[in-house]
């Protein structure tokens, strides 16, 4: 419920605390005090549009904030959780509006889109008047009431969530089938390509290989004149350090028999050197073989020329093109089953497609009966309302399945004809303000318990008085039984029947004029009461109709 509203440098308000609490409250003051401003300071707070006018003059910016005491399951607090913003018990809203009409919105000292505050707003008030109220009246809204009458939230959700599966289905549907369109035009083309790639058999690193000895073999003569050299070094007959080696194992030969082997060491590290250095002649030789031979090089540049053909064929790497074989061969393989595959897709759709239908024509059935639950509910409100000759109807009309939404297969708009034997007609056209609130009363009274905001009425009792007048009074406060509920009102009737009540008047100070709201006690509010029931002269009488209806 609503626990505070302070406003600041608004229009003619310039300083205004006010704390609310459960039940009815009434607010009354002469015409032009300042009562829509109250309605116009509430509804900028919640999120409504922001004009450069709402600044008082002289003034640099208007300030409102709202507190809010919710239970914890309250929908505005599963909206803060889910935009991540923190929160406590109490939800304090705030607004500031700037003289070039630019506004800044808090929710919880924390800055939010207005678009966030104006979604958090309608979860917390309800604002209706003779020409607006709120939601209930827009046609778009009238399943969802109607939903919520009967308490079928539970099958909407259900068959909200069979219309999703149905759409997801189908658009996995449609998806195959444009892949498959597209596959089977490429069909040639994949073949061809498999094939190709099956014949030249690409391997990962085959690009680098072939590089590498491709260079070589492009550089063979100066390879086989520094190999040849070296095994010249080696093993040249005359000079080579093999032949050296030969020459110095004889001289140490020598020298070990006239010192009686005192050189047999040095004589083994020789020859081991000798054996090492005749491997390395040896090898040397064999590369010398293999080098001479460069007949490879027309066939290594053949398969690199066309490896690179295949690669930019298919705007891909060499490297890459084992894989785009094995792609291709599972792309092909897919294809060979996917008439299989889409036949499986579309029954599976259609069984989709079935339970939507099952789900939504069952909500359609329960929404025919609750419908006309609901009309007799409202029906019996009317003649205390004073609309004995009018008539109410839930209008539930089947659609086809093209027209199928997430909420079911139905239309639901709330019809009244004011005069008997008048043609029915859209709520939202209805022509008279008067009538036209009571409707919304009637219907809100019905529906107390399935909301949980705070109702604000703005004189639904214009047009009216004595026994109809009174009816909406007790109507309001049957409401205010299940909801904090807020009535700016010119009816005796109706403000006697509230249980706090708030005066507004509007005074001419130092050239300026200001509006301020009081809480009137007792006998404050016996006077008021009076002023309502006899005008601007107050009267004993008009005391005594006053007492009256206080103590009813």
Same mark, same amino acid.
């Given at each position: 419920?609503?626990?505070?509203?302070?406003?600041?440098?608004?229009?003619?308000?310039?300083?205004?605390?006010?704390?609310?609490?459960?039940?009815?409250?009434?607010?009354?003051?002469?015409?032009?005090?300042?009562?829509?401003?109250?309605?116009?300071?509430?509804?900028?707070?919640?999120?409504?549009?922001?004009?450069?006018?709402?600044?008082?003059?002289?003034?640099?910016?208007?300030?409102?904030?709202?507190?809010?005491?919710?239970?914890?399951?309250?929908?505005?607090?599963?909206?803060?959780?889910?935009?991540?913003?923190?929160?406590?018990?109490?939800?304090?809203?705030?607004?500031?509006?700037?003289?070039?009409?630019?506004?800044?919105?808090?929710?919880?000292?924390?800055?939010?889109?207005?678009?966030?505050?104006?979604?958090?707003?309608?979860?917390?008030?309800?604002?209706?008047?003779?020409?607006?109220?709120?939601?209930?009246?827009?046609?778009?809204?009238?399943?969802?009431?109607?939903?919520?009458?009967?308490?079928?939230?539970?099958?909407?959700?259900?068959?909200?969530?069979?219309?999703?599966?149905?759409?997801?289905?189908?658009?996995?549907?449609?998806?195959?089938?444009?892949?498959?369109?597209?596959?089977?035009?490429?069909?040639?083309?994949?073949?061809?390509?498999?094939?190709?790639?099956?014949?030249?058999?690409?391997?990962?690193?085959?690009? =680098?290989?072939?590089?590498?000895?491709?260079?070589?073999?492009?550089?063979?003569?100066?390879?086989?004149?520094?190999?040849?050299?070296?095994?010249?070094?080696?093993?040249? $007959?005359?000079?080579?350090?093999?032949?050296?080696?030969?020459?110095?194992?004889? *001289?140490? #030969?020598?020298?070990?028999?006239?010192?009686? @082997?005192?050189?047999?060491?040095?004589?083994?590290? #020789?020859?081991?050197? *000798?054996?090492?250095?005749?491997?390395?002649?040896?090898?040397?030789?064999?590369?010398?073989?293999?080098? @001479?031979?460069?007949? =490879?090089?027309?066939?290594?540049?053949?398969?690199?020329?066309?490896?690179?053909?295949?690669?930019?064929?298919?705007?891909?790497?060499?490297?890459?093109?084992?894989?785009?074989?094995?792609?291709?061969?599972?792309?092909?393989?897919?294809?060979?089953?996917?008439?299989? $595959?889409?036949?499986?897709?579309?029954?599976?759709?259609? *069984?989709?497609?079935?339970?939507?239908?099952?789900?939504?024509?069952?909500?359609?059935?329960?929404?025919?009966?609750?419908?006309?639950?609901?009309?007799?509910?409202?029906?019996?409100?009317?003649?205390?309302?004073?609309?004995?000759?009018?008539?109410? $109807?839930?209008?539930? *009309?089947?659609?086809? $399945?093209?027209?199928?939404?997430?909420?079911?297969?139905?239309?639901?708009?709330?019809?009244?004809?004011?005069?008997?034997?008048?043609?029915?007609?859209?709520?939202?056209?209805?022509?008279?303000? @008067?009538?036209?609130?009571?409707?919304?009363?009637? #219907?809100?009274?019905?529906?107390?318990?399935?909301?949980?905001?705070?109702?604000?009425?703005? =004189?639904?009792?214009?047009?009216?008085?004595?026994?109809?007048?009174?009816?909406?009074?007790?109507?309001?406060?049957?409401?205010?039984?299940?909801?904090?509920?807020?009535?700016?009102?010119?009816?005796?009737?109706?403000? @006697?029947?509230?249980?706090?009540?708030?005066?507004?008047?509007?005074?001419?100070?130092?050239?300026?004029?200001?509006?301020?709201?009081?809480?009137?006690?007792?006998?404050?509010?016996?006077?008021?009461?009076?002023? #309502?029931?006899?005008?601007?002269?107050?009267?004993?009488?008009?005391? =005594?109709?006053?007492?009256?209806?206080?103590?009813?």
């Amino acid at each position: 419920m609503l626990t505070t509203l302070n406003i600041q440098h608004f229009v003619l308000i310039d300083q205004l605390s006010l704390t609310f609490d459960k039940g009815f409250s009434v607010f009354t003051g002469e015409t032009g005090a300042g009562k829509s401003i109250l309605l116009d300071a509430l509804t900028l707070v919640l999120g409504g549009r922001a004009e450069a006018r709402f600044v008082a003059k002289d003034a640099q910016q208007a300030v409102i904030s709202a507190g809010f005491s919710l239970p914890a399951k309250h929908p505005a607090f599963q909206i803060l959780d889910e935009q991540g913003l923190a929160h406590d018990d109490e939800l304090i809203i705030r607004r500031t509006l700037t003289k070039d009409g630019k506004s800044k919105c808090f929710v919880c000292d924390q800055p939010v889109s207005v678009g966030l505050l104006k979604t958090l707003g309608e979860t917390l008030v309800e604002i209706h008047g003779q020409f607006a109220t709120h939601s209930l009246l827009n046609p778009s809204t009238h399943a969802h009431t109607l939903d919520a009458y009967g308490q079928l939230e539970s099958v909407v959700k259900k068959t909200n969530t069979l219309w999703h599966t149905w759409q997801e289905k189908q658009k996995s549907v449609q998806d195959f089938e444009d892949k498959l369109a597209q596959q089977l035009a490429d069909e040639d083309f994949m073949r061809e390509s498999l094939e190709e790639l099956e014949q030249l058999n690409p391997k990962a690193d085959e690009e =680098e290989k072939l590089t590498q000895k491709r260079t070589q073999l492009m550089n063979a003569e100066r390879i086989i004149e520094n190999v040849k050299n070296a095994w010249l070094l080696l093993s040249d $007959e005359e000079q080579g350090i093999l032949r050296l080696i030969n020459r110095a194992d004889g *001289q140490l #030969l020598s020298a070990d028999k006239i010192t009686n @082997g005192s050189f047999d060491g040095e004589i083994q590290m #020789l020859a081991e050197a *000798q054996n090492i250095l005749a491997d390395l002649s040896n090898q040397l030789e064999h590369k010398l073989n293999d080098l @001479g031979d460069t007949s =490879e090089l027309p066939e290594i540049d053949e398969r690199l020329f066309q490896l690179r053909d295949l690669a930019r064929k298919h705007h891909t790497s060499i490297a890459e093109l084992p894989q785009l074989k094995e792609q291709l061969a599972k792309d092909l393989k897919v294809l060979n089953h996917s008439e299989e $595959e889409l036949i499986k897709l579309k029954r599976s759709c259609e *069984q989709a497609r079935l339970d939507y239908l099952a789900g939504a024509r069952d909500l359609s059935a329960q929404r025919h009966q609750v419908a006309q639950k609901l009309n007799q509910a409202v029906m019996q409100e009317l003649p205390d309302l004073k609309l004995e000759k009018a008539t109410f $109807e839930v209008q539930v *009309q089947d659609l086809d $399945e093209a027209q199928a939404t997430p909420n079911g297969l139905n239309q639901t708009t709330f019809m009244v004809a004011t005069n008997k034997g008048s043609a029915l007609t859209p709520i939202h056209k209805c022509a008279s303000g @008067g009538e036209l609130a009571r409707f919304m009363l009637a #219907l809100k009274v019905n529906l107390a318990d399935k909301t949980n905001t705070t109702l604000i009425f703005d =004189e639904i009792d214009t047009g009216i008085s004595g026994a109809t007048a009174n009816a909406v009074g007790e109507r309001l406060a049957r409401l205010a039984q299940i909801h904090q509920t807020l009535v700016i009102t010119h009816s005796p009737q109706v403000a @006697g029947q509230g249980k706090h009540h708030y005066l507004v008047q509007k005074a001419d100070t130092d050239n300026t004029t200001v509006t301020s709201v009081q809480k009137l006690d007792k006998t404050g509010r016996l006077e008021e009461l009076a002023r #309502l029931v006899s005008g601007a002269k107050i009267t004993d009488k008009s005391r =005594e109709l006053a007492r009256e209806l206080l103590k009813n």
